[in-house]
């Protein structure tokens, strides 16, 4: 079935440092989805990218889809003591949603 | 946004008992649910896709007698632990997918989260 490998696995940071989590597939992606789980809570939606070498922002946090549709990067420009969390990429599967491994991310602050 | 409401949040249990968990789409009707299992500082694990009106879809590995799912309605689905043991202690996560788009195909799709259930059996 799908898969995909996302690396770092943890990632710790002084505050004011960048971050930054890949994503990466064998094979083409139809769309790829980037949630964030803080410490005892829930996945949340953070953004979708469709198109082939999309880039969104969203205030300090970059997102990007490699121009064959197999890989994807998160990037958080100067890291706060929020960012912490873990941040887990999806692929779409069979009409499911496959999840990479994450990357945990802690912040000295 | 959408919000997936799930309970109980967390329960304790004696070995040999079954725990059912609820999990509803508060403001959208979602035809698929999903039920993941998340142990700590772990990834989530998909263990099945709950259909509307239909069987639900389990994922290799998973045994579809220990853990029942229900989709009786476009805004629940639950999951009973059946016969629960010490193993099954986990971080139990429902999802709901919300579908939208242009034309006669949904193009965008985003999956909400339920809060999540902490089981822990005795």
């Known amino acids: 079935g799908q898969q995909v490998m996302q690396i770092p696995q943890y990632q710790h940071v002084q505050e004011g440092e960048d971050f930054t989590t890949y994503c990466n597939s064998s094979t083409t992606l139809s769309n790829i989805q980037w949630y964030k789980q803080r410490p005892g809570g829930h996945p949340v939606f953070l953004i979708q990218l469709v198109k082939s070498g999309e880039v969104k922002k969203q205030k300090r946090l970059t997102f990007q889809f490699g121009e064959a549709k197999k890989n994807s990067s998160l990037h958080i420009t100067a890291t706060q003591t929020t960012d912490v969390g873990t941040y887990f990429c999806?692929?779409?599967?069979?009409?499911?949603?496959?999840f990479g491994q994450g990357t945990r991310l802690t912040i000295n602050p | 946004g959408a919000v997936v409401s799930q309970h109980p949040s967390w329960v304790i249990c004696k070995s040999g008992t079954s725990v059912k968990i609820e999990c509803r789409s508060l403001?959208?009707?979602?035809?698929?649910m999903f039920w993941y299992r998340q142990f700590p500082k772990q990834s989530l694990m998909l263990m099945a896709t709950s259909n509307e009106g239909s069987k639900a879809t389990y994922e290799q590995g998973v045994e579809k007698d220990k853990f029942l799912i229900n989709h009786a309605s476009l805004t629940l689905s639950t999951l009973t632990v059946t016969s629960a043991h010490p193993e099954d202690s986990s971080f139990y996560i429902c999802?709901?997918?919300?579908?939208w788009g242009h034309g006669n195909e949904p193009t965008n799709e985003k999956l909400f989260f339920g809060s999540g259930t902490q089981l822990s059996v005795l």
């Open positions: 999802s709901a997918r919300d579908l």
């Open positions: 403001d959208f009707q979602a035809t698929t």
């Open positions: 999806g692929i779409q599967g069979a009409q499911k949603l496959v």
